[in-house]
């Protein structure tokens, strides 16, 4: 059953080929996708898992295996996010009727690829998926983008060719000291790999997964191809295909666990050039699409924070809430910048610019918009009761994890107090931008804008309803994560007491009374 949200879409791309209208076979393909995606995850919080999984041998030596399954509530929650998105990016932005059929299974592919990837459970089929999500990103910009696209499609295409080839690398070699005959994930989680190999290994799959996600200093590519490329590129490839690479490191990381702390620091400096670094550069963005852009390459930084958490912890075992804080805020920041760029569109197409100079005034015009806007503008600076601020905490916290009160700040606690500084930063770029474009007097490209059409509204509502879902219940997705000790539900409440008090002293939230006269 869940071959057919892979499928699916790849069969909608050959029924376009042959002659149905576009527009009506994706969204009703992205529509069925969602409705298979919600079910799937229902069956599996239920423990319904049989029936679920394919797996066919398509080659012996090595074997590969064409296998796809819910692998675990981290493929669970990242196939959510993928039909989530496909379904509000087939319902934004506007096409000539022309480009329509390449508009459209660009975007067919584009899902194809990222929900093949998060349900693969061979390591082939989990790159080569990926690779098929990035050629009609390419093809988009190069075609239909804005700017100087050509020149962006080709510097978009050499980086991302060059974090491919030094993850394919890097998996190969994986595979190679492992000494599995198979390629599956199960397989291989049963092997070990010498400590010798897994520090070069490790240095190569942060590399490459860390170019696709635009992990600092290989992130150049990603704001300039966000602000270039159609609104529902965009938004799938910023909210969903680039989680790619930290889903790949969250599954691999179990193989070369000494290798990824090998390598500690380096990725504390790297995450930390993400959140500060691109956090001040955004800052001076001129643009809405480019300040997106540039802001969702900073929120990354927090996603390789719990990264590097779960790695000084060496296991999921030692730091439990690294790991979920991570998938959590994945799933948030793919909503809430999916709903960002899919409104952004929207500012364009009334006004004509992004420019922040050249707006202003537009929320007495459009308050609909004004307001889902704002909506998701608190939800990426980390409001309480949006999707992002679980995650948040929850990265923070697990920054913390194991250390005692009177300890000095190792690395990674200090990685996390600067970190703190990005929630401001955040909030300086996006409330300014908010003021620019919504507040104050009108001007010439307001005047005459009017608000969303009722044909527009429902991706952004339907974005917005998810954002408030699971800011408000965000056990909704920590209760589809199997926890490493036979606990089917990750608890915020017992989050708060994960700081452990050093020995004779009263943690804050220790039971021991205090004493006092």
């Not at 700017?147 to 980086?159: D, H, L, M, N, P």
């Not at 620091?265 to 050039?273: A, F």
């Not at 300890?407 to 908010?434: H, N």
Request: glycine share 10%; aromatic share 10%; net charge neutral.
């Amino acid at each position: 059953m869940t071959a057919c949200l892979v499928f699916l879409p790849l069969l909608a791309v050959v029924a376009i080929l042959m002659g149905s209208n576009p527009r009506r076979t994706t969204r009703i393909t992205t529509s069925l996708m969602l409705l298979g995606g919600i079910t799937l995850a229902a069956l599996w919080a239920m423990n319904m898992r049989d029936g679920l999984a394919i797996d066919p041998v398509v080659l012996t030596k090595p074997e590969i295996r064409l296998g796809f399954d819910l692998y675990d509530g981290m493929s669970v929650i990242m196939m959510l996010l993928s039909v989530i998105v496909a379904f509000a990016a087939s319902r934004t932005g506007d096409c000539e009727d022309r480009h329509s059929r390449l508009w459209n299974i660009s975007i067919l592919l584009i899902a194809a690829g990222a929900v093949g990837a998060f349900v693969s459970t061979d390591l082939f089929f989990f790159y080569a998926f990926h690779e098929l999500a990035l050629v009609p990103t390419f093809l988009m910009i190069g075609i239909l983008g804005r700017g100087e696209r050509r020149q962006i499609a080709w510097k978009v295409t050499i980086y991302l060719a060059f974090g491919s080839i030094v993850l394919l690398a890097g998996l190969l070699w994986l595979v190679a000291a492992s000494g599995s005959s198979s390629l599956s994930f199960d397989e291989l989680l049963r092997t070990s790999i010498p400590v010798e190999a897994q520090r070069g290994i490790s240095l190569f799959l942060i590399v490459g997964f860390g170019t696709l996600v635009s992990l600092f200093p290989f992130h150049s590519w990603a704001a300039p191809a966000y602000a270039s490329a159609p609104a529902p590129i965009s938004m799938l490839h910023a909210g969903v295909l680039k989680k790619f690479g930290l889903y790949g490191l969250l599954r691999l990381h179990p193989l070369v666990p000494e290798g990824m702390h090998h390598w500690l620091n380096l990725l504390i400096v790297l995450l930390i050039g993400n959140i500060l670094w691109v956090g001040f550069v955004t800052i001076h963005q001129k643009r809405l699409d480019t300040m997106l852009g540039n802001s969702s390459v900073m929120h990354m930084g927090y996603i390789f924070l719990a990264f590097a958490a779960l790695t000084e912890a060496g296991s999921e075992l030692a730091n439990p809430i690294a790991q979920p804080a991570a998938i959590l805020l994945m799933f948030g920041h793919g909503v809430t910048i999916a709903m960002l760029f899919g409104l952004a569109d929207r500012i364009e197409h009334r006004t004509g610019t992004l420019e922040l100079r050249d707006l202003g005034g537009l929320a007495g015009k459009t308050p609909g918009l004004a307001f889902l806007f704002g909506l998701a503008a608190m939800a990426s600076i980390g409001l309480p009761g949006l999707a992002n601020f679980a995650g948040e905490v929850m990265v923070f916290i697990a920054g913390f994890k194991g250390w005692h009160h009177g300890d000095p700040f190792g690395w990674l606690q200090l990685a996390t107090i600067a970190a703190l500084w990005g929630l401001v930063i955040s909030a300086v770029y996006m409330l300014r931008a908010y003021r620019s474009i919504f507040q104050g007097p009108g001007v010439q490209a307001t005047r005459e804008a009017g608000d969303l059409t009722v044909t527009e509204r429902p991706p952004a509502i339907f974005l917005a309803f998810v954002l408030l879902a699971v800011g408000f219940f965000p056990n909704l997705l920590l209760g589809l994560i199997d926890k490493p000790e036979d606990e089917a539900v990750i608890d915020l409440q017992a989050i708060t007491t994960s700081i452990e008090p050093a020995p004779g002293t009263t943690g804050l939230n220790s039971r021991q009374p205090a004493t006092g006269n």
